[in-house]
């Protein structure tokens, strides 16, 4: 066996030999199979050479970079509105009003600044790309230490991600059809099973993923995405306005509830899920590898664009559905979240038609999310056979590749699915630490500020806070489960 030493990601083209001398640039091992049995620093044969130029642009992530500021827009959008803001209004429920925006804000504040580190460091020395996560954590942390702290993260974000998409979408389903086919009805004795709409789901999800090559090239699917987040969002507060309150509703939090282990308990877990809220880092770095970027415009210009805009629409249907989910049910939120509290307590005297439209709007955007989740999976699956034959992936290949990787998403949802009661848990294992903690100290690592100046305190301190943070949530989290338990309904959807 031979290795490659392969920087990660040249703009220029050359081919590389089977060994090169130090440089100062970041290097990613390849390891391929060398049938020569040349030493180290000796030329080796034609297929031991590997040209990165078209390595790049046999891979997903990289296999276009035609992207612009519009499509930057609509992939953050996508990527960054999910399922888990329908659960905001619950942390402002054991947090209270002033609590609750606070932290709400800061969570904000803190996830756009760790964006605009990872934009800044999307290309750390001219003609160098980080188009991946993985490689950043690599090149800031080293080979083994940079896969150990971002391969688990990078994986459950992306594959963790896609399963809970199966799952949500699997129920919406489900809901959307006992709304059209009332009780009694001939059409609700052929209900389906929890199995099936999850297979549904997943067949509908990898149709599109074939048709779609490469993450620049579902920047119309994206867009879809972002018309349907935004639409159930703002749908869901507009309505839970105009409807009005339900009686007794109370702002207060008991004493119970505030004091003791139990307060303790129950505020770190409203803090996890508004920092569980904000999503999309694990694709930061792989969005801005679709636009294009030379010497006098850095893709991180263009993307910076895009992170703004892209960032003031997130605010504006994060913080009425927080604040105005609060207001209109306050204590009386369930644990399921606003949706469910407005189908429980204003399902009656709104229209089936309006309520179906909310389940067919969050419908699409979870299979619109599950093609930008999926595409770091398809990439590194990819990568592992471009790599090793040397050669793009045959059409048959990808297919069967995301065939592959749908089929493991559709297990997995089926086997585990209790599993979003194991995402505070997991969430403050891998996407806080993401989020909120290794983009700081990369810009430490790679940047190497001034040490105790202030871009280097900062880092530090905020890093660390996120540090104790995650710690602190994935304590709550093990808490909570062992005072309520899991109902661990394995292989019954």
């Known amino acids: 066996m031979g290795e490659v030493v392969v920087p990660i990601e040249d703009n220029s083209k050359h081919v590389l030999p089977l060994y090169l001398p130090p440089r100062p640039v970041p290097f990613q091992i390849i390891t391929i199979k060398d049938t020569s049995g040349a030493a180290a620093g000796v030329s080796p044969p034609p297929q031991g050479v590997v040209n990165l130029s078209d390595l790049e642009s046999w891979l997903p992530l990289t296999e276009s970079r035609n992207g612009s500021t519009f499509s930057s827009i609509l992939h953050l ?69 940079g896969k150990l702290l971002a391969i688990f993260p990078v994986m459950y974000l ?45 067949c509908i999800a990898l149709i599109i993923a074939q048709l779609f090559p490469n993450l620049n090239s579902i920047a119309r699917v994206s867009l879809t995405g972002a018309i349907t987040s935004i639409g159930y969002c703002t ?11 339900p009686n007794n509703v109370s702002y ?3 004493v119970a509830d505030r004091t003791g282990m139990t307060g303790f308990g129950n ?19 792989e969005i801005q590898g679709t636009l294009p970027s030379d010497s006098k415009h850095p893709s991180r210009k263009s993307m910076w664009r895009g992170v703004m805009v892209s960032y003031v629409i997130i605010a504006m249907c994060l913080f009425p559905l927080a604040i105005v989910g609060f207001w209109a049910y306050g204590n009386k939120i369930p644990e399921e979240g606003i949706l469910t509290a407005f189908t429980k307590f204003h399902g009656q005297d709104t229209s089936k038609y309006v309520i179906g439209l909310i ?22 699956l990819e990568f592992i056979y471009a ?11 990808r297919a069967g590749i995301r065939l592959f990787f749908g089929g493991v998403t559709f297990f997995i949802a089926v086997a585990f699915p209790f599993l979003g009661k194991l995402a505070p848990l997991i969430g403050g294992m891998a996407a806080v630490p993401l989020t909120f903690v290794y983009p700081c100290f990369m810009w430490i690592s790679i940047r190497k500020p001034r040490p105790k ?6 880092n530090l301190g905020v890093g660390s806070i996120g540090i104790i943070l995650s710690l602190l949530l994935i304590v709550a989290a093990v808490w909570k489960l062992d005072d309520k338990g899991l109902n661990a309904n394995f292989f019954r959807p």
């Open 77 to 145: 959008i996508c990527s960054g509105i999910g399922f888990q803001v329908l659960f905001l209004p619950v942390a402002f429920a054991s947090l209270g009003w002033a609590w609750g925006i606070i932290c709400l804000s800061i969570a904000f504040m803190w996830q756009l600044y760790t964006t605009w580190l990872l934009v800044n460091l999307h290309e750390p020395v001219p003609g160098i790309r980080c188009s991946r996560f993985v490689r950043m954590s690599i090149l800031a942390f080293g080979p083994k230490l």
């Open 158 to 202: 992306s594959g963790g991600s896609c399963v809970m998409l199966i799952i949500t979408a699997g129920s919406s389903m489900e809901q959307l059809f006992n709304i059209i086919c009332e009780e009694g009805t001939m059409c609700r004795s052929m209900s389906l099973s929890g199995t099936q709409w999850f297979l549904i789901f997943t």
């Open 235 to 245: 749908m869901i507060w507009v309505l839970s306005i105009s409807k009005g309150r």
């Open 252 to 254: 207060g939090i008991t």
């Open 267 to 285: 505020v770190l877990n409203a803090i996890g899920i508004i920092m569980l809220a904000f999503r999309g880092h694990n694709l930061i770095l």
């Open 359 to 380: 389940y067919i709007w969050l419908t699409i955007s979870c299979i619109t999310s599950y093609q930008i989740y999926a595409m770091p999976a398809f990439d590194n």
């Open 387 to 397: 790599s090793s034959k040397k050669r793009r992936c045959p059409g048959w290949v």
């Open 453 to 458: 100046g202030a871009m280097w305190s900062l």
